[in-house]
Structure formats: structure tokens, C-alpha cells
């Protein structure tokens, strides 16, 4: 299937291109009619995988989400094709500090990559169905293993400022309260209604990631653990995360989730890993503890090199085991 039907209003998605051109004296971006109630068919995701295979002979693999403050890991990737989000029709763009933007197809480690560098949060404006979009582009581009980081919260107290949690499983609190990235018509083409998500995170990853970071030196600063996401933008009160402490959970973010529902709902393998950026503040006298974005983005950045790191030796061992070797490059 290539580009969506003419007669299809759901997914029409170029009636008002204005390829560059002149508006009140200013040259313009492309602009796209909005698609009707947020929502992204089958089609339109197609389309917008077209337009980025269209545009590159690279066929990635691996699919990488940079967290807050991590955009360098996808600094690593070479022979580079970079879409800005904004050039990229019917694409949300990144609002937030710390995520820039692009999605940057290459190779890491020999293996075909597409990283965004920016993602898209509930607290943004965006419904949970539109934050984790990309990520079925990713799975028509033909990626089959998704990588997602993030920053959050250490609630584990064994967890220092800097460590590394691997994703072992999650909590989908917005799920609790019935919002789902998978809410409303169910789509075949990318899965089934109902996915089930007992292993929603791979346990051969999370094996191989462990001995990486023994191999690396880093196992005393490794983790595995409990993820869960909050709507955010605020940090939670010390009731909240006491309350999330008693239920399991290790760290605290705003992302992840949700994505990791739509990459196992079309069936992608996944690994996730946060960065521990800041401590959870349990206690009302700890104002120290209070949680900022700036100290999340500086805490990201200077982690990147091992987080990248991490992620590209984990790679390495993915395509030792690639299925499809041809790809390699
Ligand atoms: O995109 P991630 O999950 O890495 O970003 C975290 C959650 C919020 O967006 C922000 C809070 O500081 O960082």
C-alpha cells in the first residue's frame, strides 16, 4: 500500500501544502491540514513512513527514543539522513527542553538505525495515541527491536543520581484511569485488540544489557526495576510517590508507557532503560530532593556518553543475533 486514498477524509493529510512559499514577506515551512480528531490511521502512519523511506535508502532495524537530556546518544549514529519533525507531514513537533526535534536515520554499530531526538509527552497537549505515533512509523519503516530511554525519578532508595534502571516492567497508572495509546478502534494491520504485555519487556536484552555493563565496569550503577509514567508536567507530591513505592515501582517518569504499549501491540521487541536523574522526594522535609528540569537535562547530559555506551554495545550483540544479517551494513 503506498500513500493514503483520495476519498478516504480520515487520513487525508496534504490538502493545503504551502511547499515554501511566501506568506506576509516570510518564507513558510510546509503546513498540512490537521488530520480529523488526532487520530492516525493506518494509512496516514504509511504515508508518513513513505515520505521517510522515500527520502532514504537506509532501512533501519532498531528504532531509538532519546530521553530528556540523552539527544547525544543518537550523536553517535553515522552516514546520517536527518528529518526535522516540522518537515515531516502530519508530525507533532517537540515542545519541551531538552528534545530537539529530528529523527535521524543511520547506523550504529553496523546496524540501521532511526532515533528521535524528541519525543512527545501527555503533558505536551498530545493524547496518549499521538505521543507514541512515531513509533508504529517505526514499525512500517520495518524496525523491529524498539529502544526507548527516558529520565526519571530514583524512588527505589537502593538507586543513586546517575545510575541506570533497566526497564524489567512497568505500571500504566494512565491506564488505570482507562487511557490507552491503543483507546478506540483497533487497527488488525498493526495487532490485535487485545495485546498482552506479561513480557513487555525482553529478558534476553535485559541479560545481555547486564553483562554490557559488567563488561563496562558500570555493573554497581545498573539496576533493574519497575517504570512507571504520570501525566505530569508537575513532579508528584511525597503522598503520591509514597503510594507508588508501596505498589513497586522503582522510578518515576512521564513517558515510556505508552510508547511501549504500541511497540508491543505491532509486536516490536523491546529494551528501555532510564536514567535515574534525580532522587524521589519521600519526605516533606527534604527540599533538596525537589525535583527540577534543569537538573534532569544536565544529569542527562552528563550521562549520554554511557548511556550511549550502553545502548550501542547492547546493539552490537543484537546484530550478532540479527535475524536478518543482509541489512547489516
Ligand atoms: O522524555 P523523558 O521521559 O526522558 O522526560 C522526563 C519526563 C519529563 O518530560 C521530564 C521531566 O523533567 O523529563
Not at 152 to 180: P, Q, T, Y
Amino acid at each position: 500500500m503506498t500513500g493514503s486514498s483520495a476519498s478516504d477524509s480520515s487520513c487525508l493529510i496534504a490538502k493545503s501544502k504551502t511547499n515554501g512559499t511566501e506568506m506576509n514577506g516570510n518564507t513558510t515551512r510546509n503546513t498540512y491540514t490537521a488530520i480529523e480528531n488526532n487520530t492516525y490511521s493506518y494509512e496516514v502512519i504509511k504515508d508518513i513512513a513513505d515520505y521517510l523511506l522515500d527520502r532514504t535508502t537506509i532501512r533501519p532495524l532498531i528504532g531509538i527514543i532519546c530521553g530528556s537530556g540523552l539527544n547525544s546518544i543518537a550523536d553517535m549514529i553515522t552516514d546520517t539522513k536527518v528529518f526535522e519533525y516540522e518537515d515531516i507531514p502530519n508530525f507533532p513537533v517537540s515542545t519541551v527542553e531538552g528534545h530537539v526535534g529530528r529523527m535521524i536515520f543511520g547506523y550504529l554499530e553496523n546496524m540501521p538505525v532511526m532515533a528521535m531526538q524528541g519525543r512527545f509527552h501527555y503533558y505536551e497537549g498530545y493524547p496518549l495515541a499521538k505521543c507514541s505515533m512515531p513509533v508504529r512509523v517505526m514499525k512500517l519503516v520495518g524496525v523491529r527491536y524498539l529502544m526507548a530511554t527516558n529520565a526519571a525519578g530514583g524512588l527505589n532508595s537502593k538507586f543513586k543520581v546517575g545510575d541506570i534502571m533497566l526497564v524489567r516492567d512497568h505500571i500504566n497508572i494512565m491506564g488505570f484511569a482507562g487511557n490507552s495509546p491503543l483507546q478506540g478502534p483497533n487497527d488488525p494491520r498493526f495487532g490485535p485488540r487485545f495485546p498482552p504485555m506479561t513480557n513487555a519487556y525482553n529478558a534476553h536484552l535485559i541479560k545481555i544489557a547486564k553483562q554490557v555493563a559488567k563488561d563496562m565496569g558500570i555493573e554497581n550503577e545498573i539496576h533493574e526495576g519497575v517504570y512507571t509514567c504520570l501525566g505530569g508536567p508537575n513532579y508528584e507530591t511525597v503522598a503520591e510517590l509514597r503510594m507508588l513505592r508501596t505498589m513497586g515501582v522503582d522510578a518515576v517518569g512521564m513517558s515510556t508507557v505508552h510508547e511501549v504499549i504500541t511497540a508491543r501491540h505491532c509486536d516490536l521487541t523491546v529494551f528501555a532503560f532510564s536514567l535515574i536523574t534525580n532522587k524521589c522526594a519521600t519526605g516533606y522535609d527534604s527540599s533538596e530532593d525537589e525535583a527540577n528540569h534543569e537538573e534532569v537535562v544536565t544529569v542527562g547530559r552528563s550521562r549520554q556518553a554511557v548511556c550511549g555506551e550502553l545502548l550501542c554495545r547492547v546493539i552490537r550483540e543484537i546484530a550478532k543475533e540479527c535475524p536478518n544479517k543482509a541489512q547489516v551494513k
